[in-house]
C-alpha cells in the first residue's frame, strides 16, 4: 500500500476518495486517535488487526503505523497496527492511510461530579470513576497484579460501591483529551490526582505481543496509557505504575465473555430486533 505525509493523507488519499464517491459516499475523513484504537485487537500482536483473508474486516491492511487526524503541534498521532500502540512523530514521515465517515462523537460536558462520594460519572460511556488515584503504596505506584488487586479489593465507605476493576485499555483511552493544547491529556478538574509526575496508568489490558508462558499462558506485559503525552504503549508488568478505578460497563479480561453489540448506552424501539454479538 502506499504511504503518505499526514498533510497528503487528506490533500491526496482522502480527497482522491471523496471525488471518485467511493461507496457511494463523499465525506471520508481520517479517524481520530480514539476512533482508530478501537479497530485493535488486543488478543493478537503482528498484525493486531483483523485481517484474516476469510473472516478479517479490514483486508489488505499493512502491519505498520496508521494516520489519525489528531495532531499536537509538528506531530500527529498514529495507531501501529504490528503492535497496537498509539504514538506521535513529525507529520512530514510517510505513513498509511484508512478512512472512515460518520460524525464525531461531542465529549462536551461528558463528566458529572458526584462530589459527595468522590466518583466521577462518564455520560459518554456509562461508566463510573474514582475520582482519584487509587493507593496502593505510600508512593500510589505499584505493579500489574497490584494494580488488578487493589482495585478489586476496593469497598469505599463513601460511594457504596464494591464491583471496582482495573479498567481495559479501551475504557482508559477514552480518559484521554486530545483537543488540549497543553498541559495533561485528561480532565485534571475531574481527575486532579493525573500530574505530571504520574501521568502513565495501569490498565487490565494483556500485551499479546510477548511469549505466553508453556504452563499458564501468561504473558509478562500490559498496556498503559500516558496522560502527558496521549501514548499507548505496553510495559513490563513488574514496572510500577499509578491506578485508576471504574466500575460498570464489562471486565475486558481475556478470559470473560465481552457483548460488543449491544452497546451499554444503546437504545431502541419496543418490537425492534436487536443483535448481540460476544466474544470470549
Known sequence: ??????????????????????????????????????????????????????????????????????????????VDFATGAVGAEEQTAENYVIAVRGMTA?????????S????VTDNLSGLMWRKNTVQVTSAYKTDWEGAVASCQALVA???????WRLPSRTELISLIDYSKTSGLLIDTTMFPDVTASAAVFWTSTTYAGTDADPDDGTRTQAWCVNFADGTVVP???????FVLAV???????STNLVLSEPKQISSWELGRVMPIIWTT
Do not use: V
Open 235 to 241: 510495559a513490563e508488568k513488574a514496572e510500577e505504575y
Open 1 to 78: 500500500g502506499n504511504t503518505y505525509t499526514w498533510a497528503d493523507a487528506t490533500a491526496d488519499f482522502l480527497d482522491k476518495l471523496n471525488a471518485t464517491g467511493y461507496g457511494g459516499y463523499q465525506d471520508w475523513r481520517l479517524p481520530t486517535a480514539k476512533e482508530l484504537s478501537t479497530i485493535i485487537n488486543c488478543e493478537q500482536s503482528n498484525p493486531a488487526i483483523d485481517i484474516n483473508d476469510k473472516t478479517g474486516y479490514f483486508l489488505n491492511m499493512q502491519t505498520g503505523h496508521y494516520w489519525t487526524d489528531t495532531s499536537a503541534s509538528s506531530n500527529a498521532y498514529y
Open 106 to 114: 461531542s465529549e462536551a460536558g461528558r463528566f458529572i461530579d458526584n
Open 116 to 119: 459527595e462520594d468522590g466518583t
Open 157 to 163: 465507605p463513601t460511594d457504596g460501591y464494591s464491583d
Open 247 to 253: 466500575r460498570g460497563g464489562q471486565n475486558e479480561q
